[in-house]
């Protein structure tokens, strides 16, 4: 479900595909971000969705079998944004990722939203959000939605997680 109503009228992004050095390694990473296999083909590739969509990610190893992460200072992906539909799914898939050791690299209070980030196993960044209602979003003196990047309370957010 949106976290908003406004109709959409415009493109959307419908997937990201992936280049991954191991696959069952990159299913188990998504699978903390609540996506599942929705269809895979052997070793080499594999798409996963949420709430009955056929894909939100694809994974292939074609032509990434074994490689190591893109260096950095290079073009290619900076990452990927996976919008939860309240604070409490993001609080429970920040919980997921916790435990499972992967370190953050940054928080944020966007004003518009919260986010976390962090790196998948091969390197790719990954942002975890949500969406305040658009009628909360700063804006500037021009009506224009205003993006910030103040703190964003993980303690509080992790707390929330054990409570839901």
Not at 52 to 59: A, N, Q, R, S, V
Not at 87 to 113: F, N
């Amino acid at each position: 479900m949106r976290a908003d109503t406004t109709p959409r009228t415009g493109p959307m992004i419908g997937h990201v595909h992936l280049k991954v050095a191991d696959l069952d390694r990159a299913i188990e990473f998504y699978r903390l971000l609540g996506f599942d296999v929705t269809q895979r083909y052997g070793a080499q590739a594999a798409f996963m969705g949420a709430d009955g969509y056929h894909h939100h990610i694809g994974l292939n190893t074609w032509e990434s079998a074994g490689a190591a992460p893109a260096p950095v200072g290079h073009t290619g992906l900076y990452h990927l944004a996976v919008l939860y539909p309240d604070r409490v799914s993001l609080a429970q898939a920040l919980r997921r990722v916790v435990q499972a050791g992967v370190q953050l690299d940054g928080a944020a209070d966007h004003g518009v939203s919260e986010a976390l980030y962090f790196r998948d196993p091969d390197g790719n960044g990954v942002e975890i959000y949500i969406d305040r209602p658009r009628q909360d979003w700063p804006r500037d003196a021009a009506g224009q939605s205003k993006m910030g990047n103040a703190r964003l309370d993980v303690s509080a957010l992790l707390a929330l997680a054990d409570t839901a």
